[in-house]
DNA sequence: CTTAGCACTCACCATAACCGAGTGCTAATA
DNA sequence: TATTAGCACTCGGTTATGGTGAGTGCTAAG
């Protein structure tokens, strides 16, 4: 992008301006709270400009200018300089009760907190059930022909799925079975155990033949079978109720069109799944992907991960209009901080 | 309530009126839609009356009149005709793919359906734990102290509760422990089983004490371990952006109201707790009850059953303004279907 | 290239006028 | 005595009008 120096420096000017009082910012009012040593008339023409090339709008002819889509993602990736995390509100994370015992409930905490120091509403994605290591597999017989298998994960995360049994194969044929299964096919992932199966089942047609092939029948996958497909993992999304007082979303109709997007969840789980790779905090910007795209929206994204593995994604999504200095290092360090809580034994 | 036959039937004129157009009720209206054969200045005297007696407000002097929360709670007690559900209605919730397999979702797929028949939010509030009967307790030794806890009721919900051992008591000896224990505690409601616990543990101080210990303390309780408590079963709300297209809340400051609400849920379980050992169908209006006291919102209520007996509560939240006699029936329905799927084996 | 000056635009606000649905009251009527 | 017709009155909603001010684009001078 060929900006020369000054342009920049008014850009970014604005877009702070915006970002602090939600108004679309004149000409007059940047040369009076930013010390840029030019007149207003000066500043006008490079408006002009900037307008010309993308990265400012008007709402109606004689208002001041608003960033554009393309400006944001211009100021994070050049022109932003983020803060480090006030030691103050590092503590208020470090020291939130985020409580590892049950992992539903970890999650629902985690979108907690950050709602709470975003002010935004807070979304965690869970680990994919396809992806994540079982360290321990258990078969529990139960009346009947139906049997419980349950998934424990090393981070605690604890899935079950319901079997119908084969009625040849008896309970306790299912208690024999149990150990030799939980050895075959304990920590190991869900696509590897579905290969271990295969395997087992070429190597051995007798024997066990007749659970497995319920187990794969059944989806064979533990997690919640929505209709975003088991491959998935869960979404948590925290308080809704604090994008009624974003004054970007002061619109009913906009409201509506963002509880409408929650509650198709598998397309914003696409986007959140774009960032499960990606090193630090990712933003996405509004229009600018094809999965969530909502003009004025804007998502602020970090993987976190256990023992050096990413695990899922968590962030924030807000308005685009959002003072990306102090928001990034808020999902960065929660994101570190579920890390680390994940990582411990 | 001393109500003439003819002032009844104007007020019930006025809350159908009322209900279907969602404008406040003139004299004029009244006598042209309904023939009551009366002048629209007699039916203003009776109005007058019966805003004395408290049954109908006006939002200003020179606007009609609308009922209030007391006219509802008369409509729904000695007006109201509840007619059969639709045959065509009917079928569309026996079809409506409810599975039982995982439980989570069966609850989360009612909800839905209720939210899509209704237009409403519909609610479904899940057994409580403490009040389960569990069919089967099982004890799965995990890696180093931990050990996991599952329960598994009857109609197939599933619980689990991490548990940290007693460094003395070790893996296999829990392993020996698991049949006896799940032979103690199975076919018991939660707290019966603490009960049997405490019994046990007077019996035989030695052998068990670790564990049991561990098991009480840690909550003993299976469940989420939310705000609420673990006493408390869990809610599920379906789709809330139906409230979008509901023109009483048209209103930003409405809307954000009842979205507060329904973010304290406890409050809203201790309403749906209090229909749960009634029989048939219980509506709650606005702010008769202390639980839920909005302005203008109403609930619908039933309890569903498995083999007599009470698991849960359901209905659907919506405007007092709402066509009970279809929404009652649907209500009433579908617990009725969820009944059965829950007494299904 | 920058800037002062100026005419122009347009959302926003307040005021005023009008309309109409609806009311309460009174007096006539059955 | 209960009902009804008639009438003056109320008041929210809509529309029209004009003023205000922040902001712009353009032009011409520095």
Known sequence: MDLNERSRGILKAIINSYIATAEPVGSRTITKRYELGISPATVRNIM???????????????????????????????????????RQQEQE???????????????????????SLSHYVGVVMAPKPAETVYRHVEFVPLSGRRALAVFVSEAG????????LDPEFTARDLERANNFLSRE?????????????TELMDED????TGLLTTLMQSGGEPGEHGEQGASEGELYVGSMSELFDIPDF????KIKEIFHAFEEKHRLIQLLDRAVEAEGVQVFIGAENPYFDMEGVSL???SYRAEGNVMGTLGVIGPSRMPYNTVIPIVDCTAKVLSRLMSER
């Open 93 to 115: 994370i470090m020291n939130y009760p985020l409580h590892r015992s049950e992992f539903g409930q970890l999650m629902k905490e985690t979108t907690r907190l950050l709602s």
């Open 250 to 253: 002061r619109d009913l109709d």
């Open 300 to 302: 602020v994204v970090a």
């Open 48 to 86: 002009a400009d900037l307008e010309e090339m993308g990265f400012l709008a008007q709402p109606h002819t004689s208002a001041g200018r608003v960033p554009t889509g393309k400006a944001y993602r211009f100021y994070i990736d050049t022109l932003l300089e983020v803060r480090a995390l006030p």
């Open 157 to 164: 995360i604890i899935h079950n799925r319901m079997l119908l």
């Open 205 to 208: 047609r007798s024997r066990y």
């Open 185 to 197: 096919l304990s920590g190991k992932t869900l696509s590897q155990m579905r290969e271990r199966v």
